[in-house]
């Protein structure tokens, strides 16, 4: 399978174009829904794993306890990653360091609220 390599600057149009979702994902450990931004993310940008990443995490105490989760990734400039997850009151919650990731943006947030993974602009 070839992976195309999409610049930073269209996954962000694409992005900005999910304003809401008619169509919602299940993941595979069934642990939240996600919108169809979620989706175009993560089969465009190839990250699958980050939305992983967040089911990973979904069963602790800390993340149980809140109605509302706002998880960043941030990539280095050496291409090690860190991603935060918050009250969104930034509050930490988790942190996860990343040895390598070839995520094409800098940053990105992702809202967890009603057992739903969704992006800030279709919140």
């Known amino acids: 399978m070839v992976r ?3 610049s930073s600057e269209q996954l962000r149009a694409g992005l ?4 809401g979702t008619e ?3 299940r993941h595979w450990t069934r642990r939240f829904l996600y919108t169809e931004g979620i989706d175009y993310l993560a ?3 190839h990250a699958h794993w980050l939305i992983d990443l967040v089911a990973s995490w979904c069963s602790d105490p800390r993340i149980l306890a809140q109605e509302f989760v706002a998880w960043k990734l941030t990539v280095h400039a050496n291409r090690s ?4 997850a918050t009250d969104g009151n930034d509050h930490e919650l988790i ?4 040895g390598w990731t070839d995520f094409p943006l800098d940053e990105i947030t992702l809202y ?3 057992d739903t993974l969704l992006l800030p602009s279709e919140y």
Do not use: C, G, N, Y
């Open 43 to 45: 089969e465009t940008a």
């Open 81 to 84: 990653a860190t991603a935060v």
């Open 95 to 98: 942190r996860q360091d990343i």
């Open 16 to 19: 900005a174009a999910h304003t």
């Open 23 to 25: 169509r919602w994902f």
């Open 112 to 114: 967890l609220t009603d």
């Open 4 to 6: 195309t390599k999409v």
